[in-house]
């Protein structure tokens, strides 16, 4: 029985996708394939021929390629039109492709290889250092690319593994750290009166720690759960829903006399949930971070920028020295002292994450001492 082309390809490459580069030509010419074999079989890539530009469409659909070396005129089907085909197929796309040609050297079919998208155009009699050269560029790009995307298909893998694991011990452990603190609490009421002054100050550590790790654990849940489910789009009001996020700091607005100054806000479709926990997070901190010596004062605006809204939210604290300016958004790092302000170092991280789930940034402006800005753009909604 005959072997067929693309059995006698399989036997020579192996059906598994090669670990090297491969190259494709395409000539009608045997001898011009042969020659430019010989030119490049020192490199180290598979090379594929095609007698015509159907068999190399044929080819293509089999093989991912690093670079095509297509010659102009062919019968039947020519380099130009051949290269059009190659192009509508998806795998294609970024794959180079030099024309080769023996025909003339006007400029006009120079111009039309480059309008179908070539990255060179060459011409016979080849020399042949000049396309050894060429062609291993291009297949240097090719395998540093294809290096790239294992890198991050990996880096991507594990980050959705880390975030799984993040997900799964902070709803393990709720429960037990819940209970933990009842029972404290409930010790700390109901035999207060029989315990020293050593047993209460050792009881509110025990308190105060649950309490944190509580706080800790509910904060790496909600950081673990952006982005694993489309969160349920709705017009949010910013300005109601502003209005309700202070109420939740009324007491320490009242305790440090804060003035809080809000623009007229814009109505998104957006998720309230996110929104909610955007403004909690970075509303806490410019609450938070202050150092007494001056009465707080937080500014809420938002300004219309083409298709988003661009959100400000300043304040008079202590401010960020902006050399920690990429510790800022890393989860779990902090830049003051945990005893002088309490806190996770998961809140500008998890806002980082939100913003960036709605194709977003987020940004700051700062100095010690000169209180600190927050940026971010929002979108009408992420479809």
Known sequence: MQTSTAEKLDEEHGTDPDTRPNILIVDDRKENLLATERILKHLDAGIFKAASGNEALSLMLRYKFALVLLDVQMPEMDGFETAKLMQEHEGMLNTPIIFVTAISKEEKYATQA???GAVDYIFKPINPEILKSKVKVYLDIYVQREQILKLNAVLRQSNEELERFAYICSH???EPVRMMNSYAELLAHKYAAVLDEKGTKYLNFIT???RHMQKMISDI????RIGREAPQLENVDCNKLIKEVLGEFETLIAQKNAQIICGNLPVLKASDTLMRALFQNILGNALKFQDGSKVPEIKIQAEEKRNEWLFSIADN????DMKFYDKVFAIFQRI???????GTGIGLSTCKKLIEFY???????SAPGEGTTFFFTIKQGKE
Not at 317 to 320: E, K, S, T
């Open 208 to 210: 105060s720690n649950a």
């Open 221 to 224: 849940l909600a950081f673990s």
């Open 172 to 174: 393990d452990m709720q």
């Open 317 to 320: 604290g202590i401010g960020i």
């Open 336 to 342: 003051q002292r945990k005893e002088d302000y309490p």
């Open 359 to 365: 194709d977003g940034k987020i940004w700051f402006d």
């Open 114 to 116: 480059a309008e179908i």
